[in-house]
């Protein structure tokens, strides 16, 4: 099975992982953890890995991680190394609930590793973008 694993600092990625089953559906192979605020590296390594637990040794991941090189990221590749799996393992920073909606239908529709690259990059480049309002001229900025 191809796992989607999120992790963060704060509550982010539970976050993200919430409005995944409100919009989706719950999904067995979403895992999310995240490294509260006073949680310890060595913490945040015991409860990542129990989240891991149903993840074998024929299984792969895709990771989602709020911030490249940020602790969450970090010691979640550091902990998926250590289980074996880092060679079947791609890794993204960047965090964004386009990102993982991305990664999880590229996942369920079985896309190569090449293709679910592509398909997570474009969904955070296009998910990232300025919203263009139209004012009437005559409206008063009071009524914004």
């Not at 099975?1 to 999904?27: N, W």
């Not at 913490?43 to 911030?67: K, Q, R, T, Y």
């Not at 309002?133 to 009524?143: F, G, S, T």
């Amino acid at each position: 099975m191809k796992y989607l694993l999120l992790v963060s600092h704060g509550t982010m990625a539970p976050g993200v992982h919430s409005v995944i089953k409100m919009l989706l559906g719950d999904r067995d192979n979403v895992l999310s953890y995240s490294m509260e605020d006073g949680v310890s590296a060595d913490d945040f390594v015991v409860g990542l890995s129990n989240v891991l637990e149903p993840v074998g040794a024929d299984d792969s991941l895709v990771v989602l991680g709020d911030i490249v090189g940020g602790s969450p990221l970090t010691n979640a590749l550091n902990t998926i190394t250590q289980k074996g799996l880092l060679a079947r393992t791609i890794a993204f920073g960047g965090l964004s609930l386009p990102m993982a909606i991305a990664a999880l239908m590229a996942i369920e529709d079985g896309l190569s590793d090449d293709a679910l690259i592509d398909s997570v990059i474009t969904e955070a480049k296009e998910g990232a973008r300025k919203v263009e309002l139209a004012l009437d001229d005559d409206e008063d900025e009071e009524d914004l």
